[in-house]
């Protein structure tokens, strides 16, 4: 054990350090500062005396401006400091930071056990996914799956579960609005999702605007795939019908069996919520060195959230590996940026009181901790929200980054599991893809024992390093996406609803 560290100073220049634990008023820090004040665990120290206007740096990066003279010692909170303007999107450098592939960590292992799909990367379940058109039909279907997880699913052991897809899209919407193909495209590309192996079943109400044949190919439209509630006579004949069409189903995907893959068939996703400001020190940083891992063994990994990478942009420009990709990346920020105007709000609006009591004065600070867990590798794709990757590597795809909906975004995009990092506590969990959870702070396991998976804790306190909790991520990615491993959320069966990104008008 180390000698018990009190703060953490990111780069050279910064003028503020974060404290590892609550630190009382009179507390000589590393730095030789006198802390003049209580200073919270997680918040900010300034290490220097800022004067009125003058820069806050952590990261090496400029968070704000002191709107009061701050003296050496003092504890920095969200009210002390003005917001920087976001960075112009425009002709932005590309290509400056590409970290070549040789330079990226070796990953401990390079095959894992998933479920071959004809097309598209390997599940890492073996779900019966039943997916519905509208949200109407919801109700029903939910408990037809009840039925069927109870009298059918035990003859098909080899099946890990059933799923009912049931979003809320569908119906009462401006069904040909130009933005009504995001959560159309969610919808048809969860219909395909790696884990649901290629086996279509979908059910509609029969009235609906959002018809069969605007989320499936003409040949896929048939008695054995789809079927519609207003068809049958009554309660009985209704759950029967889905009962028979699952039965069918199951008993194909009964017949799928596990098999040693390389890394280039699994696709995972990056994300966190409820962050501190300890998130971008520990938990990113080691998700991001899992990351790197990953994409130097051939895998493929998705980062989201475009308002918490919306400051550090600039650092994702200079890792695109070419302009293409460069001015698809503008284009995804410049929408959100406008997509967020229409609503009265700037990228400001995104932190939490939460994230503040975590010592995160603003989305600035968020941001540069968010990046951490996308690693260093070249961002080489990216995509529109709940589009299909089409490359191998690290790609950013674009969601919003509230937990709920970046999610099920995600899970649209074909991602086999989700690596989840926070710093306050969620017990957040999808039914279609398993959800690692790695938190911040040892605090944080100690009170959620049985329900975080993974602390990167002792990267603050000293008492392990980032390519450690790296390598403990990365093995429990491997570990989860082969069914080896469970994690907690599956385990209580704790899963939220499939909230797809839907900015078109309702009517
Ligand atoms: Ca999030």
Redesign the pocket.
Known sequence: MSMKRLTIQIKDNDNVAVAVHDLEAGTVIESGITTREPIPQAHKIALRDIPQGGEIIRYGVVLGFAKEDIPAGSWINEHMLHLPESPSVDDMPFGTNLVRPEELPDPPRTTWLGYRNAQGPAGTRNLLGIVTTVQCAAGVLKVAVERIKKELLPKYPHVDGVVAVTHPYGCGVAINAPLAHIPIRAVTNVIRHPNFGGEIMVVGLGCEKLTYDRVLPPEDITPENVLTLQDYPGHDAMMQAILDMAEKKLQRLNERRREELPLSELVIGM???GSDAFSGITANPSAGYAADMLVKGGGTVLFS?VTEVRDGVHMLAARCADKETRDRLAEEMKWYDEYLDAGGVDRDANPTPGNKKGGLANIVEKAMGSIAKSGTSQIVEVLSPAQKPTRHGLIFAATP???IV?GPSQVASGIGLQVFMTGRGTPYGLDIAPVIKVCSRNEMKDHWFDLIDISAGGVATGDATIPEVGTEIFNMILDVASGIKEPYSDQYGFHNDMCIFNPAPIT
Request: aromatic share 0%; net charge negative; glycine share 12%.
């Open positions: 994300q966190c919520g959230e980054a509230s937990d970046c």
